[in-house]
């Protein structure tokens, strides 16, 4: 790869509307949802021998955390969690697409968009498939109260709601195990530890809901 190219890093910061004012978000627990100044150790140059270089590299575009203009009305809110939530601007509120996997995380990215885009009800949210970072923080950009109303509707695949249950409740101690192995999110964040995930930093470890 050619390490001087500018290309991804210019593409990561690229519609930069905010930063979140607090990079460490509370946890349910002891241990906070999401902790960003954990990653502190990357603010160095060259990758270290025990990190392959192309990791170093995704771990640095991976702290761009913050709200992003992609389009008109269409937004995404980055570096939150291992996923991210896209955001767009309807006639009547907000149209939320993937709500992470925590309702502390997701709660904080919906704070720092209506900072920015006026406060406004979310009318929709829309689940794109069953795998938990892209539910789990659901009760984080709505309400039980708002769903059963009808003032925000719930929209998924057909038989969405069956594979989540499957792969989270029915293979649930499997599915966190091999989490584990693959995020890392319990070990000690550094260069002989967790650096990063490739699509996001980690899983976040806050609570998770679905409707």
């Not at 006026?118 to 938990?132: E, L």
């Not at 059963?148 to 709601?161: F, L, Q, S, T, Y």
């Amino acid at each position: 790869m050619d390490w001087g190219d500018p290309t991804d890093a210019a593409n990561a910061t690229r519609g930069l509307v905010a930063r979140p004012e607090a990079r460490t978000i509370p946890g349910p627990g002891s241990v906070p949802a999401w902790d960003l100044d954990a990653y502190g150790f990357l603010d160095g140059g060259d990758p270290p021998d025990t990190v392959n270089p192309s990791l170093w590299r995704q771990a640095h575009l991976n702290m761009e955390a913050g709200l992003f203009t992609i389009a008109d009305r269409i937004h995404q809110l980055r570096g939150f969690d291992l996923s991210e939530i896209t955001l767009i601007e309807g006639d009547d509120g907000f149209i939320v697409i993937d709500p992470l996997i925590s309702v502390e995380c997701a709660a904080a990215a919906m704070e720092l968009a209506r900072q920015h885009l006026g406060d406004k009800p979310v009318t929709a949210v829309i689940y794109t498939h069953s795998h938990i970072d892209h539910f789990g923080g659901v009760k984080g950009v709505t309400t039980a109260e708002d769903v059963a109303a009808g003032r925000c509707r719930v929209v998924a695949p057909v038989g969405m709601v069956e594979a989540a249950v499957s792969e989270n409740v029915f293979a649930g101690v499997a599915m966190s195990r091999r989490a584990q192995f693959m995020y890392g999110a319990t070990l000690a964040r550094g260069p002989r530890g967790q650096v990063d995930a490739g699509l996001g930093k980690t899983n976040s470890l806050g609570t998770v809901t679905l409707f």
